[in-house]
């Protein structure tokens, strides 16, 4: 199959994506989170093409990306009040609601599980095609199988070219981090998945607290261990033990820092990253991407601090690398 190129800046091009969609074939699209593997919900022959592009195993389910929160009762039953609190509050936005299903909606969306998972993306090339559609679509990251999210439509077309219908470009993603996922189908909110939307944020438009396992007794099935992974090897490293290892650095090691004070410590193949939350998070996926993409051989990453903001970049930074200790 050749995957054409398609430009979100020209008309005939979203045109193009939108009846692809609705044709049953798999577009990348950019939200703004990461972009995502998409492809019209209601269509399981369709959806069974995520899957194949992927490498993804079956029972791993999808996130539905609906045009606004009127959408969810077409998805989901039994839906809490606490749904439409946080649609009013966060929607459009990177924070996905786990509900549970309507018995209509197809097993290959949910994986075999009762819950749904349902979001309003925010990036305005997204909610376009949805209106263009008329569709729903259900969209994971367009990544292959367990590696790094692409955050720029160049990263999707180098590692599935061939394998889907088309790349949108939209540009890069601001956000460049996957969305929150908190499961609403039973009494207690719990985050099942750490992301832009923070637990804190949550709780304070719930008023009431929400819970974030470090280990989930339900089952998130893409929350294995190894996961978002660049192909490298990569080393976490607190600022002292990266200070502390240099000495010992060879040939192949790039790091990746925020913290000022290891500057001069560095050479111009290292990475330097923005000590603010937001922009770490908007460029991390790319730096390692690159990194990847370059002659080094190994990966020493400098830590970010480890407060509630960070909770999500931690999340994905322990998926991806190991520890010294
Ligand atoms: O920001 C995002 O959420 C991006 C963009 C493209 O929207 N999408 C995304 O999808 O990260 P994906 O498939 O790469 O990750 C979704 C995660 C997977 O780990 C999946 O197993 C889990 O959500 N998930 C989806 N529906 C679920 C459900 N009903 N129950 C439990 N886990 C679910
Ligand atoms: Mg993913």
């Not at 410590?265 to 603010?276: F, K, P, Q, R």
């Not at 407060?307 to 998926?319: A, G, M, P, S």
Request: net charge negative; charged share 20%.
């Amino acid at each position: 199959m050749k995957t054409k190129k398609l430009n979100s800046t020209s008309s005939t091009d979203m045109v193009a994506a939108a009846n692809m969609l609705n044709k049953g074939g798999v577009v990348a699209v950019p939200t703004e989170t990461v972009y995502g593997l998409a492809a019209n919900a209601a269509d399981e022959d369709a959806l069974s093409k995520i899957f194949e592009a992927k490498g993804r195993p079956a029972n791993h389910p999808l996130i539905v990306h609906i045009a606004d929160a009127s959408h969810l009762t077409h998805w989901a039953r039994d839906i809490p009040p606490q749904a439409y609190q946080l649609a009013e509050a966060f929607w459009p936005g990177p924070l996905t609601l786990l509900l549970n299903k309507q018995p209509h909606i197809s097993s290959i969306i949910t994986g075999g599980l009762d819950t749904i998972g349902l979001r309003n993306p925010a990036h305005p090339v997204m909610l376009e095609l949805l209106h263009l559609t008329q569709l729903a679509v259900a969209a994971p990251s367009a990544n292959p199988y367990k590696k790094l999210s692409p955050t720029t439509a160049d990263q999707v077309f180098e590692t599935l070219a061939g394998k889907i219908d088309a790349v949108l470009d939209g540009g890069p993603c601001e956000v460049g981090i996957e969305s929150t996922i908190l499961d609403l189908s039973s009494e207690q909110p719990t985050v099942l998945r750490p992301g832009p939307i923070t637990a804190s944020q949550i709780a304070n438009v719930l008023g009431t607290p929400v819970a974030v396992p470090e280990n989930h007794d339900v089952a998130v099935p893409g929350n294995v261990e190894a996961h978002y992974q660049p192909s490298k090897p990569m080393l976490l490293l607190s600022t002292e033990q990266l200070k502390d290892q240099l000495a010992n650095r060879s040939d192949g090691t790039v790091c990746v820092y925020y913290s000022a004070e290891l500057k001069d410590l560095m050479t111009d193949e290292d990475e330097v990253m923005s000590a603010d939350k937001v922009a770490y998070a908007q460029s991390l996926y790319h730096t390692l991407y690159q990194m990847d993409q370059s002659a080094a051989q190994c990966i020493w990453l400098e830590l970010p601090p480890s407060t509630d903001e960070w909770r999500d970049v931690h999340d994905r930074l322990n998926r991806a690398g190991s520890r010294l200790i």
